[in-house]
C-alpha cells in the first residue's frame, strides 16, 4: 500500500531494468527455501512492529534488515523515501505474491516530509524504528 500514486512516482535516473536487477541481487541471499529456512531456524521469534525509514540514495537499503525482521516473526512499516517510492512497494508486492502469509506482515507507505502527522502515527505505532535514512541521504 502507499500514499503516493505509483504511476505518479518515478525514481530520478533509475530505470525499471535496473531497478529489478537490483532487486534480483539484494534478494540471491533468500532466494532459496533452505537458506530461508537456515537463516529463520537461528532468529528467535519476536512479536513486534518495526518502523523502516529507507534512504532516497541507494535503492534496497535496508532490505536485509528487513526480511531478517520478517523471518523473526515481526511485522514492518515501511516508509519511502520521496526521492525512491517504487524499490519497496514493488518489493513488497512480490513478496506478497511468493508468500502471502509473510507478505501480510509488511506495508509500504509513502508520504513527504509534510505530514508530520503520519510520522508521529508511525513511531506510536512502531515497538521499534529503524532510520536508514532522509530525503537529504
Request: proline share 5%; hydrophobic share 50%.
Amino acid at each position: 500500500m502507499s500514499l503516493l500514486p505509483i504511476g505518479a512516482c518515478s525514481s530520478p535516473g533509475l530505470k525499471s531494468t535496473l531497478l529489478e536487477a537490483s532487486l534480483q541481487s539484494l534478494c540471491e541471499p533468500f532466494a532459496s527455501a533452505a537458506n530461508l529456512h537456515e537463516v529463520a531456524r537461528r532468529l528467535p521469534v519476536r512479536r513486534q512492529v518495526v518502523g523502516f525509514v529507507m534512504a532516497g540514495n541507494i535503492p534496497g537499503a535496508g532490505l536485509h534488515e528487513l526480511v531478517l525482521t520478517l523471518l523473526a516473526g515481526g511485522a514492518a512499516l515501511v516508509k519511502t523515501a520521496t526521492a525512491e517510492p517504487l524499490f519497496f512497494t514493488r518489493w513488497a508486492a512480490r513478496l506478497a505474491a511468493l508468500d502471502p502469509h509473510l507478505g501480510a506482515r509488511a506495508a509500504v507507505f509513502g508520504w513527504n516530509r509534510e505530514r508530520g502527522d503520519l510520522t508521529i502515527a508511525m513511531r506510536q505505532s512502531c515497538d521499534r524504528l529503524i532510520a536508514l535514512g532522509d530525503d537529504t541521504t
